[in-house]
């Protein structure tokens, strides 16, 4: 007030409302854009016919980011912030995932706000996240001289594929390529409208999480776009030029479909999307071989796999789902169960050593007593020309290990 005191606004009179500016640049006073509205600024007590200056510095936006995730719960409370009920179900977030640069200040601070809340008996948990995973920065190309000077996109000329570009008032010289953080000085930013435009937003999505481990720094490489777009376009034909049959997998097909499902799953609850990923091509490979074989594949084999691809292509999901007979999204189906009978071997391939070396390899059935070890190791021609005209005087025969040949 103008007498040097501070005066609180009453609690009837909360929340303030901020007066509508059509004028929101600097003041040049150091003073916040809200000083403008001096018609608003300017106060008198109703109740004591005081004057004084309202605050104009205002609580940073760090305030409202800090508990959004407790108002998204119930966004259309008009009486609380978040209904205690609907908070107890949905509390504590299980996975914060955000860059080091944002996350790390975010939670900090979040982790403030909440504890201010649980104090005052207003939220049940006295921390907010359950976890945080920190995900890597993903790196643009960036171009310097010998001398360091870093040279932006747009000065740079391509000489036989190779950059070239100089210093300010410098000479032109071939220029040193490397991973730097995106920049608009130094304009390597890619922008994925241009992705999208060439390859689909599904070639996008699932280069980004092919690159490498969502925790570490990658340099971004548009041409390793294409790698994953013509995986895309394997996925499509063997769902789209693959007669679908009605009969049952064969075991090849099933430990081949079964595997995948394993591996993918386990790699999306470790948020090891690179390596689920690898796990699809992989299955691709070996479907291809399979139909090719067979002539057509079972139809339950080609839905599993349009499930496990979906979270990482859903738009590409949708459509062969859609293609399969499917009338209602595949949002709504539950993810593939895999069959842990069908990953049981039947037979393993085992060593083979002469004197021991390594000289073949062999498959057995699982069960293969010693004997039958033996017989198969000697019935293998990698092998058999190396113990022929020699007199074995003693044969080592592990269970599901090895094979070894004392020979003279």
Same mark, same amino acid.
């Given at each position: 007030?103008?007498?040097?005191?501070?005066?609180?606004?009453?609690?009837?009179?909360?929340?303030?409302?901020?007066? +509508?500016?059509?004028?929101?640049?600097?003041?040049?006073?150091?003073?916040?854009?809200?000083?403008?509205?001096?018609?608003?600024?300017?106060?008198?007590?109703?109740?004591?016919?005081?004057?004084?200056?309202?605050?104009?510095?205002?609580?940073?936006?760090?305030?409202?980011?800090?508990?959004?995730?407790?108002?998204?719960?119930?966004?259309?409370?008009?009486?609380?912030?978040?209904?205690?009920?609907?908070?107890?179900?949905?509390?504590?977030?299980?996975?914060? %995932?955000?860059?080091?640069?944002?996350?790390?200040?975010?939670?900090?601070?979040?982790?403030?706000?909440?504890?201010?809340?649980?104090?005052?008996?207003?939220?049940?948990?006295?921390?907010?996240?359950?976890?945080?995973?920190?995900?890597?920065?993903?790196?643009?190309?960036?171009?310097?001289?010998?001398?360091?000077?870093? %040279?932006?996109?747009?000065?740079?000329?391509?000489?036989?594929?190779?950059?070239?570009?100089?210093?300010?008032?410098?000479?032109?010289?071939?220029?040193?390529?490397?991973?730097?953080?995106?920049?608009?000085?130094?304009?390597?930013?890619?922008?994925?409208?241009?992705?999208?435009?060439?390859?689909?937003?599904?070639?996008?999505?699932?280069?980004?999480?092919?690159?490498?481990?969502?925790? %570490?720094?990658?340099?971004?490489?548009?041409?390793?776009?294409?790698?994953?777009?013509?995986?895309?376009?394997?996925?499509?034909?063997?769902?789209?030029?693959?007669?679908?049959?009605?009969?049952?997998?064969?075991?090849?097909?099933?430990?081949?479909?079964?595997?995948?499902?394993?591996?993918?799953?386990?790699?999306?609850?470790?948020?090891?999307?690179?390596?689920?990923?690898?796990?699809?091509?992989?299955?691709?490979?070996?479907? +291809?071989?399979? !139909?090719?074989?067979?002539?057509?594949?079972?139809?339950?084999?080609?839905?599993?796999?349009?499930?496990?691809?979906?979270?990482?292509?859903?738009?590409?999901?949708?459509?062969?789902?859609?293609?399969?007979?499917?009338?209602?999204?595949?949002?709504?189906?539950?993810?593939? !169960?895999?069959?842990?009978?069908?990953? %049981?071997?039947?037979?393993?391939?085992?060593?083979?050593?002469?004197?021991?070396?390594?000289?073949?390899?062999?498959?057995?059935?699982?069960?293969?007593?010693?004997?039958?070890?033996?017989?198969?190791?000697?019935?293998?021609?990698?092998?058999?020309?190396?113990?022929?005209?020699?007199?074995?005087?003693?044969?080592?025969a592990v269970p599901k290990r090895m094979v070894n040949f004392v020979v003279r």
């Amino acid at each position: 007030m103008d007498d040097g005191t501070t005066q609180l606004v009453p609690s009837e009179d909360l929340p303030l409302e901020l007066p +509508e500016l059509t004028d929101y640049k600097p003041t040049g006073t150091g003073d916040p854009p809200l000083a403008k509205a001096t018609n608003w600024t300017r106060y008198t007590d109703p109740k004591t016919g005081k004057t004084g200056w309202r605050e104009t510095n205002t609580m940073p936006q760090w305030a409202g980011s800090c508990w959004y995730y407790l108002r998204y719960i119930d966004p259309h409370n008009a009486q609380a912030f978040c209904d205690r009920r609907k908070e107890a179900y949905w509390m504590p977030v299980d996975l914060y %995932v955000g860059g080091a640069e944002h996350a790390v200040l975010h939670l900090l601070y979040a982790r403030f706000w909440h504890k201010v809340l649980f104090d005052l008996g207003l939220v049940p948990t006295p921390e907010p996240f359950q976890r945080l995973v920190n995900q890597g920065m993903i790196l643009g190309l960036a171009y310097k001289t010998s001398r360091g000077v870093l %040279v932006p996109m747009d000065k740079i000329e391509w000489r036989d594929g190779k950059p070239w570009g100089a210093e300010e008032g410098g000479p032109m010289e071939e220029l040193t390529e490397f991973p730097a953080k995106m920049s608009k000085s130094l304009k390597n930013v890619v922008n994925p409208d241009d992705v999208v435009r060439d390859f689909g937003a599904d070639s996008l999505r699932l280069y980004e999480m092919f690159m490498g481990p969502l925790q %570490v720094v990658k340099p971004w490489q548009t041409n390793g776009v294409r790698g994953v777009f013509n995986f895309l376009k394997r996925a499509n034909r063997l769902v789209t030029e693959t007669a679908a049959s009605e009969r049952e997998m064969t075991k090849a097909e099933a430990k081949t479909l079964n595997t995948m499902v394993k591996k993918v799953g386990e790699d999306l609850d470790a948020l090891a999307f690179n390596t689920a990923i690898s796990a699809m091509m992989v299955f691709v490979n070996e479907a +291809e071989a399979e !139909a090719k074989e067979a002539g057509d594949l079972p139809r339950a084999f080609l839905e599993k796999f349009v499930l496990a691809l979906s979270p990482f292509a859903p738009h590409l999901g949708e459509e062969l789902w859609q293609f399969l007979g499917h009338a209602q999204s595949l949002a709504y189906e539950p993810w593939p !169960a895999y069959d842990p009978a069908a990953l %049981v071997e039947d037979e393993i391939e085992i060593p083979v050593q002469v004197l021991g070396k390594l000289r073949g390899r062999v498959k057995v059935p699982v069960a293969a007593t010693p004997a039958e070890m033996e017989t198969a190791a000697k019935a293998c021609p990698d092998v058999a020309k190396f113990i022929e005209g020699k007199t074995i005087v003693k044969v080592v025969a592990v269970p599901k290990r090895m094979v070894n040949f004392v020979v003279r």
